[in-house]
Nanobody
Framework: QVQLVESGGGLVQAGGSLRLSCAVS????????RGWFRQAPGKEREFVAS????????FYADSVKGRFTISRDNASNTVYLQMNSLKPEDTAVYYC???????????????WGQGTQVTVSS
């Protein structure tokens, strides 16, 4: 059974940092794109960042450019999202995803994690 498991979420003050991780069990995703999405209460899920299987290309939502960095370690089948200069509007459940052709659209991804809560206080 394939599982994507996010970790690293939590409560942080505005201006702070968090690093999310997404580990995979059940199969490898070395040739898959990996992405991060988020969903705030009462809002639709939105794209945050993605990374190709080789480490490029990377894509970012305009709202996180310059603050968030996506990276991956294919040896450990793990993808990361470094989040700096966090803002209250970054508060959401963050989901990682894997897809053979994934870029910025959720429907391009085949596998999803259960999510990790990120809360940024003002």
């Amino acid at each position: 059974q394939v599982q994507l498991v996010e970790s690293g979420g939590g409560l942080v003050q505005a201006g702070g940092s968090l690093r999310l991780s997404c580990a995979v069990s059940g199969r490898t995703f070395r040739r898959y794109s990996r992405g991060w999405f988020r969903q705030a209460p009462g809002k639709e899920r939105e794209f945050v960042a993605s990374i190709g299987w080789s480490g490029s290309p990377t894509f970012y939502a305009d709202s996180v450019k310059g603050r968030f960095t996506i990276s991956r370690d294919n040896a450990s089948n793990t993808v990361y999202l470094q989040m700096n200069s966090l803002k209250p509007e970054d508060t959401a459940v963050y989901y990682c995803a894997a897809g053979s052709m994934g870029t910025i659209k959720g429907q391009e991804y085949d596998y999803w994690g259960q999510g990790t809560q990120v809360t940024v206080s003002s």
